[in-house]
């Protein structure tokens, strides 16, 4: 069997030979096309195309503009999140100021009574 393919095709189709039952024996191999007998090779034939009604046009256009409102809407929440992450941060920086040198020694004095 002859086939033109990426090397992501000729990893696909060794995995599912492998996992196939009735495929005992396989190997894939490289050939250039110079080498090949390209007049024997069977070219699969283009589907034909399907002439969408009205309806269908419709449905197609609904679905992609859910799926762009949909992508839209995934941006928004991402900017939000990444907004109050920002925000977050800025208020833990206000929070981690240093501490004035009066509170650490009321501190020390503090542990030093307790002990």
């Known amino acids: 069997m002859f086939f033109e393919g990426t090397p ?3 990893r696909e189709l060794n995995r ?4 196939s039952d ?3 024996r396989h190997a894939i191999y490289r050939v250039e096309p110079k080498h090949v007998d390209t007049t024997r090779i069977e ?6 195309l399907e002439e969408l009604t009205p309806e ?14 949909a992508v839209e809407q995934i941006d928004e929440l991402q ?5 109050a992450s920002e925000e977050e941060t800025t208020e833990s ?3 981690t100021e240093p501490i004035s040198e009066e509170v650490v020694e009321a501190a020390k004095e503090t542990i030093e009574k307790e002990s």
């Open 22 to 24: 009735d495929i005992i």
């Open 43 to 48: 070219k699969p034939s283009e589907p034909p």
């Open 56 to 69: 269908d046009m419709e449905a197609e256009q609904a679905e992609a503009f859910e799926e762009e409102t």
């Open 8 to 10: 992501a095709v000729a």
């Open 93 to 95: 920086a206000e929070v």
């Open 16 to 19: 599912v030979m492998r996992i």
């Open 79 to 83: 900017e939000d999140s990444e907004a």
